[in-house]
Every structure is written in C-alpha cells, then in structure tokens.
C-alpha cells in the first residue's frame, strides 16, 4: 500500500513564553506514524496529549523542533507551491474557523481565489457542487455562519477544507461539539466524501467509540507520546496498554445511525 504520508520521529517544543526558553518537556516527543492512501486514520488520547500539534505541523502552522514530515515522498519544507491543494484541514473549533463576517459563498470562495487561476464561473460550479455535497442546500451560500446550526456550521466547514479539492484531510475534533445524533451524522458524511472524493483522512478525536465508526487504523497518545497503535478492531477489543482500557470506558457511546 502506498503511503500518503509518514510522520517521522517528530518532536515539537513550544517555548515557554515567561522565560523564553524552550518547554522542559515537548508537546509532541518523538511520534512516528504513516497513513496509507485511502485509509481514515485517527489519533486518539486525552485533552493536551499533542493532536492538535501534530495537526498543526503537518498544515506546517508550527515548525517542529526536530523530526520530519514526509508528503507523498517529499520532506513538507521542501514543497512550496501547491501545498494547500493537497493537504486541508478541518478545525478543532467551526465557531472560530470559520470568520462571522463573511457570507458562506465568500468563505468557500476565499481559498479558490488565493490558491488557483479559476474563473468565477469555475469557482461557482465547484462551490455549487461542494454545497450539495456536505449536504446543504445552495440558499445558505447568501447567509453568515451565525444562521446555521452547530452540526450544518461544521459542514460549511468540511466544504470549506475540501473546496480546493485536496486528497489528503485533516479533521480535528470535528464532532466534539456536537450532539450524539449529529456526531453520527457528521461521521458518516465524512466516510461518504472520503469514497466520492478519492481522500485520505486524519481523523483526530479523545473519543474512542467515534474513532471505532471511521478509522480504519487508530493511534493512541498519552504525554506527546504515541502508546500503542492498530487496527480499529483489534485495538477495540483487545487493547494492550493500561491507559487505552481506560480510554474505552471513559468514551460515551454514541448511535451509529
Ligand atoms: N501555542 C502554544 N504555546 C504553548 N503551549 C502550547 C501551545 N499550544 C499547545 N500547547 C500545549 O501543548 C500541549 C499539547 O496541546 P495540543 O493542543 O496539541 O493538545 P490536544 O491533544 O490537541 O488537546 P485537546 O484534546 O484539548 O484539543 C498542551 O500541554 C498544550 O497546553
Ligand atoms: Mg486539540
């Protein structure tokens, strides 16, 4: 199987603001890890174990302190143009992603003017196609986020990220917020635009039983730390390490409808 991606030994320090001087522990200490294409692969583990950084150093966001990351057999730092074509993420938060003062037509249009040479008519077909993808209808391209509902805000979201048509996702928490009926909801469009849309996907989330519904392979964290890493099922019924038992019983269940 072909890897889309692989995380090597990736150490990420954030500097201790008072002091200016590097954290005494990092944030993300030595994870290594691949996805295969077409694969959904989660990262799991509790609040402040590293998802999100390592979310944010492959969007390059945050530049690691040591390690690398390897996109399609290139070191990210060393590709410059087209980067944000390929690679697009969905963030922890739609309430903050996404800006309150801007119509859900301009929003999904904002990446196609920065990133490509399209022309309007282009870009009103693919904003059109993407709309009825997530599921909503093209009337919400006249409204502002604040008209929508948490679950509908996170698939202006999702279109949002998959406007630029990327083949490689990144989905932080994108259910989190959202209540055990729409969590199904969001997940399963999800795994429908994975197949429609040709992606890979990183799936991040402290939720284990969300997790077993998407991923085909999971990783769990602990401390920065990548613990154990596996099958969904296998890890599901059969978890090795103390901390991931733990994880599965603190997870609520949710109705995979
Ligand atoms: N910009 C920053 N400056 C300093 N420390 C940070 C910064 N961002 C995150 N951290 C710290 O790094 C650690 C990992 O944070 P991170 O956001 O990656 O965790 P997470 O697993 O995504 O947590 P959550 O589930 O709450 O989103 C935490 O201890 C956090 O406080
Ligand atoms: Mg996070």
Redesign the pocket.
Known sequence: MEKIIEIKNLIVS??N?KKNTE?IRP??NNISFHINQGEIYSLA??????????AKSIMKLIRPSQGEIIFRGKNIQDIKRGYANKVQMVF?NPYSSLNPKMKIMDLLEEPLIINTKNSKEKNKTLIKEIIEDVGLEEGCLKLYPHQFSGGQRQRIAIARALILEPEFLIA??PVSALDASIQAQIINLLKDLKNKRNLTILF?S?DLNVIRYIADRVGI?YY?EKIEEGETHTIYKYPSEEYTKILLKSSPTIKNK
Not at 45 to 54: H, N, V
């Open positions: 954030y500097k603001l954290t944030a993300v583990g509790e609040s402040g174990c590293g998802k999100s950084t390592i922890q932080d928490e991040i402290h964290m920065g």
